[in-house]
Every structure is written in C-alpha cells, then in structure tokens.
C-alpha cells in the first residue's frame, strides 16, 4: 500500500469520524490540529482583532539608539495553553493598557480565526484572561465526564457550551428559578437534579399540582408531597413552621459570649456540630402557577396564603437549610402580588425555551439583559437547551443529559434508604409499597416431565 493511499484512508477517516463522532475526531486529529493553528497564527490573529498594543517609548527610544528597527506591536503573552476532551484553555497575561472586555468583545473574531466552533472567556485576575475554545458542538450530543466535583448539596446538572459541567450549587445559590415551555426539556433538568440529589443526606420536599404525574414516580425518595394546592398549603405552612423551630435550635447553640472564639458562634445550620446539624431540605415546586391562580375568593385567600410561605422560605431560608427550586412554564407579574417579590429572592436563573419575552424578562430582566435575547432564540428542536445564569449578570448556555423517567425512578429507589424522616412532614410523607425482593424462592421438586 502506498503512502497517498495512506494518506487518503487517514483524511477519509477523520472525515468520517468529524461527522459521525465529533468528539472522537477531536481526541485523535483535532486537537493536534487546533494547537498548531493557535500557535501559528496566534500574533498576526491577535493583531487583526485589535489584541495588540504599540510599543512602549522606552522600546522606540532604544531603537532609535540602537539605530534598528522600530518594535512591532504586542500582542498578550500566553501564559497557559491547555488541551481538553472538548476543545482548548488559554491563559492570557494582558498588556499595559488592554482589558478583559477586550477580549470579550472579540471572541466572535477570535472563533472564525482559529477555526474554533465556540469561544468564550472570563477575567480569572487582575490582569489575566481565560479563554475557553471548544472544537465541535459539546451540547448537540451531551456526554457527562466520567468524574466531577460533586460535593455536598452541589450536584451535576447539565453541560455548558464551553464543555465545562454545569452544577448547581445550593449553598452558593440557595434559590432557584426554571422556566421552560411545553417539551422545552424542564422535566428532563428536574430529573438530574433529584437523581443527583437522591445520594446525598437531604430531605426532598416536592409540591406537584399536576396529580403528581411528575414527582410521584419518585416519591421513595421524598420526606413529603402533595399535589394539589389545598395540601401544599399545608405543607409550606408545616415547612415555616420547621423553619422556626430549627432558628430556635441554632439560637440555643450559638453560645455567643466574649469568650467563645468567632469560629464557634453559629449564625445557620452549617456552624451546628454535626450529630446536632438538622437535615437540610430541597423544595421542588414543579408548577407554580398552579399555586397562583384562582377563580373563587376562598382560592385567592388560598394563594394569598401560599405566596406568602413562598416568600418567607426565600427569604429566611438559607441559614435553616431550606432551599427552593421552583419551576414553571409561565412565570410574570400577571399571577399576583408577591410574585415579583418572590423572583428577587430567587438568585439561580434558568431559562429553557419559552413562549414569550415576557418570561424570558422575568427570568433574566433585572439580572442579564443579554440573556434575554439568548433564551428567546432557543430553536424547538433543541429540548434541554437552556440559559443559566445568576445574579452577577454571569450567563451561559447549558443542556442537561437525558434521562428518563424510569431511570430517574430507579436512583430514588436504589438510595430509598436514605430518605430522612422529618417529624414537622410527617403528615405529608407519602405512602409507598416496599419494594419487592430480589431474590426467588428455589423450588426442590423438579418439573413434571410428560
């Protein structure tokens, strides 16, 4: 076999790899192939974008002294050059004068020059610039890495479209927010969140108002549901109520004294020993405008209600380990008074692609106003697509990884020993059947045989 053969099997390989297995093609042939175009075309790429700056007097001085020719411009001094499974990490030291959002704003201009399919970057310090590039399309065809930071009450939920995992944090973000049409991909993100939530020490407390088509497949994990409204008013109100006996635990264990170290005082339940720490506990409202309209006065007294527990647990929450996650298709100003109040005490946005701008402002409005425009642009096809973003204006797109119903079913029953026992829900704990035996009965007599 001679070597153009070779050659033409290996091009008609990658070929075919970059169409069918992107992400196997990147691993073989394109990160190779990526490397050299950043390093070859680096200075002259950074120069077109207007990444440069001009020489500084005491260069043109020495020049001029030294009767050679005037320096060329500069561009950034690369710090770092990283490959990964899904693209490239550069590390840029700026020059005198250049900013972060210098690079920002050339990030479109940076992808068409080195043939990347994204670029992305972000400010780590003072002076030094990350840029995340990534070789195909990591969200068309999601693929979780195989090991990820997960930590207590931080959980992997989706992929963004730098190829880094998305994890939602609660004891950085507490409250959350998720909107999503009709097959947007909101019950397949809901999913990964109790499924990863399901091995960790937490109590799951979901309100389902749909009959709890949702949430009740996986009720063998949850400490308490209810699905309908009448019942998830008393759950909420049972939920203040915990709320305020474990703020009167940490007031009791506070031991606030001028001789007790400042390590020692305790301020929520995470500065509680641990054999006295309650248990923290996940609120999943999986249709809130269920719990906000009505149609009688005995159901606007209801919702009056039950926005207002909403909104206490938003607000006092944290510190006593009750977090929220509510959900919904439709979120605005139309279901009420306290619901714009209750949206400021959501810190974690996440908008999946929905029917109207006026959801996308809600979600994104008075935090990102760029991702407005980004989440109304979510073509249909693409279910699990969505924008995340939180209250430092910080945005991205990210997609959770399928998983469907009966899988997410048999993680809650596999960690169903795990379910704490709340004494304040116990009402709402729901009624299950055991699970049945693995294991069948050998019979000692043969089978007839004729």
Not at 104 to 124: C, K, N, Q
Not at 270 to 298: H, Q
Not at 378 to 392: F, K, M, N
Not at 399 to 406: E, G, Y
């Amino acid at each position: 076999m001679t070597w153009p053969t070779v050659l033409l099997l290996v091009v008609a390989a990658a070929g075919l790899l970059r169409w069918r297995r992107p992400a196997w093609y990147w691993l073989s042939f394109g990160v190779t192939l990526a490397v050299l175009r950043v390093l070859v075309r680096y200075g002259s790429v950074m120069d077109a974008c207007g990444l440069t700056v001009p020489p500084s007097r005491l260069r043109l001085t020495l020049a001029r002294m030294t009767n050679r020719p005037a320096p060329e411009s500069r561009a950034p001094r690369i710090l770092r050059l990283r490959p990964t499974c899904t693209g490239l990490v550069l590390w840029l030291k700026l020059r005198p004068g250049q900013d972060a959002f210098d690079v920002a704003a050339a990030s479109d201009r940076l992808r068409h020059s080195f043939g990347m399919y994204g670029v992305t970057s972000r400010e780590l310090r003072s002076g030094v610039v990350e840029i995340r590039m990534t070789g195909y399309d990591v969200l068309k065809r999601v693929q979780m890495p195989a090991k990820t930071d997960a930590r207590p009450m931080r959980v992997p939920v989706a992929l963004r479209e730098d190829g880094s995992v998305h994890y939602r944090d609660y004891r950085a973000v507490p409250h959350g927010l998720t909107l999503g049409a009709t097959e947007s991909g909101k019950s397949v993100y809901q999913r990964n969140l109790v499924a990863g939530l399901a091995s960790q020490h937490v109590a799951l407390v979901g309100i389902d108002c749909k009959r709890g088509v949702e949430l009740f497949p996986l009720a063998r994990r949850f400490s308490a549901l209810a699905d309908n409204p009448d019942t998830a008013l008393k759950l909420l109100e049972a939920l203040v109520s915990h709320m305020e006996e474990v703020y009167q635990l940490i007031r009791a264990e506070q031991r606030v004294s001028v001789a007790v170290p400042d390590a020692e005082i305790a301020a929520d339940i995470w500065d509680l020993p641990e054999d006295l720490r309650p248990v923290p506990v996940v609120v999943l409202v999986d249709e809130v405008a269920e719990l906000a309209l009505y149609a009688s006065k005995e159901e606007e007294k209801r919702r009056d209600r039950i926005i207002t527990a909403l909104v206490r647990l938003a607000q006092l929450g944290r510190a006593a380990g009750i977090y929220l996650e509510i959900c919904g298709q439709r979120f605005g100003s139309e279901l009420g008074k306290g619901i714009t109040m209750l949206r400021a005490q959501l810190t974690g946005r996440t908008a999946h692609r929905v029917n109207d701008e006026t959801s996308a402002n809600m979600a994104f409005g008075d935090i990102a106003p760029d991702a407005v425009l980004a989440a109304i642009q979510i073509p249909a096809e693409t279910r699990g697509l969505a924008v995340a973003g939180d209250s430092t204006g910080g945005w991205h797109r990210i997609r959770a990884p399928h998983i469907s119903l009966r899988h997410a079913v048999n993680t809650c029953n596999r960690y169903a020993d795990r379910t704490p026992d709340l004494p304040a829900l116990a009402a709402f704990r729901p009624s299950v059947a055991p699970l049945p035996s693995a294991r069948k009965p050998l019979s000692k007599t043969a089978p007839a045989t004729a």
